[in-house]
């Protein structure tokens, strides 16, 4: 006999229907799932919108930094003007300043421009040599000092355009606007179009931009990065080797090693508090223990690079703590069951896993280290310097800049051109990002890979 009394039995008031039918809290419920997806959606949109905005905004003001505007004409080098004495002694013809060279190149305009048939009525010798840049006589003097034997010969060189004729073939000067100006005249700008379509007058490919150094403020067309791409190379290179092996040996030894007492708390809650604090302190710290107590010199590489490192440290401990906490318990388990130490388990099975999130870290911690400002304004690295850093290791103690600095430097000067340049740094400065993220990806990837095959391998008997 069967016993059906203690099956269950609809209670009262129980539903009834279909599986399905959905009910009304069912569509209640999907409905609010459909909503979360379109919000989700839209925040997606609204950041791809705001960051394709600042691309633009970029690209668009910085992109015209990498062209610049150069003029070609025939130069003598005349011997009664460049070395009198005629011995070609260079310390005799240092004695020739760029004043001497800037009348040679306006002598050298002139001549060009009657043999084009150019009319300059109404302009001035000084206001056909201010096409010119300043930077140009410069350049030709450090030119003819290099080559000596070029006095006494005609030459064709290139020489930089001045920047308010830059900037009119850019779109940021104008003959109306040139009218206001005390730089430059709309007869000015006439006389640059008619060179220009003689063929005197010419936009190219502009490679000092990355290579030459800062110039001052009169002359935006001649100013680059090269100072400052290189300081901010080597301060890279001081955090990567000082931060990346002591961030990782605290992470190993903290996650895998430290016994958990009141002292790692205390450890913890610190490096944590590290990683909040504000930039801009960090560079009072290296004031005070790096230039005024150790007697650093300003403006270092080496000094910028050791304030990073403080800063960037915390950044690198904390993901690396979580990588290695995020390696499954078992794989500790089986390296110490089949007779590793605790030592060859950390470094031959849970370091090798861990490897891809601490390069991720190392990356993002080097990233903010490299667009930081504030604590290299405190050190010194925002002065002025024209002259490159020497190579490694003595160049870590000579002057340099930094580029998010340069370009904090250049927003501050009065010169359109100038503005023109920090978006063309800023440019630099992402695609250092990107090379930096690019290769941490791919770092990571072969760890993956390489991790995935030993692991999978077939053992052999």
């Known amino acids: ?31 609010a799932e459909v909503r979360f997806r379109i919000y989700g959606l839209v925040a997606v949109v609204i950041s791809l919108l705001a ?39 260079l310390e005799t013809m240092k004695k020739v300043t760029t004043v001497g060279y800037a009348a040679v190149l306006t002598a050298a305009l002139e001549k060009a421009i009657a043999a084009q048939g150019i009319s300059t009525e109404g302009l001035t010798k000084k206001e056909i040599g201010g096409l010119i840049s300043q930077e ?20 064709d060189y290139e020489v930089l355009a001045n920047g308010r004729v830059d900037g009119y073939y850019k779109g940021r000067v104008s003959k109306a606007s040139a009218a206001l100006d005390s730089n430059i005249s709309p007869g000015q700008l ?17 490679t000092s931009f990355i290579t030459a150094p800062d110039a001052s403020d009169q002359r935006p067309e001649a100013a680059g990065l090269g100072v400052a791409i290189l300081g901010s190379f080597y ?29 790692t708390d205390l450890i913890e809650v610190n490096i ?12 009072i710290l290296g004031l005070a223990v790096f230039i005024n107590f150790a007697g650093l010199p300003q403006s270092a590489p080496i000094v910028g690079g050791l ?34 130490s605790k030592l060859q388990s950390v470094f031959h099975h849970v370091l090798p896993l861990a490897a891809p999130g601490i390069l991720t870290g190392m990356i993002i911690g080097l990233a903010q280290a490299l667009g930081e400002t504030a604590p290299l304004l405190l050190i010194g690295m925002v002065a002025f310097v024209r002259d490159y850093p020497d190579g490694l290791p003595g160049g870590l103690l000579d002057p340099a800049a930094a580029l998010p600095v340069q370009v904090y430097n250049w927003t501050q000067r009065g010169d359109p051109g100038f503005v023109e340049r920090a978006s063309g740094a800023i440019i630099v400065l992402l695609a250092f990002l990107l090379v930096m993220n690019a290769v941490a990806i791919i770092l990571r990837r072969r760890f993956e890979r390489r991790w995935y095959t030993r692991s999978h391998r077939t053992p052999e008997f």
């Open 1 to 31: 006999m069967t016993d059906l009394t203690g099956f269950p039995t609809a209670a009262p008031g129980a539903r009834h229907g279909s599986l399905m039918a959905a009910d009304a809290r069912t569509k209640r419920r999907n409905a």
């Open 51 to 89: 960051l394709a905005m600042l691309l633009i905004s970029i690209f668009g003001a910085g992109a015209s930094a990498f062209r610049q505007t150069f003029l070609t004409m025939p130069v003598e080098l005349t011997e009664a003007k460049l070395d009198k004495s005629g011995t070609r002694d």
């Open 136 to 155: 140009a006589a410069a350049q030709l003097r450090n030119h003819v000092l290099a080559n000596p034997d070029l006095v006494g010969q005609t030459i």
């Open 190 to 206: 006439r006389l640059a179009d008619d060179l220009k379509a003689a063929g005197l007058i010419a936009q190219r490919f502009n």
């Open 235 to 263: 301060m890279m290179l001081v955090v990567l080797v000082l931060s990346l092996p002591i961030g990782v040996a605290a992470s190993i030894y903290l996650e895998e090693f430290a016994p958990k007492n009141r002292w």
């Open 272 to 283: 944590s508090n590290l990683a909040a604090v504000p930039s801009i302190v960090f560079g």
């Open 307 to 340: 304030v990073l490192t403080l800063m960037t440290l915390p950044r690198i401990i904390i993901p690396a703590r979580a990588a290695l906490k995020a390696v499954p318990p078992s794989i500790r388990d089986a390296a110490l069951g089949v007779g590793a």
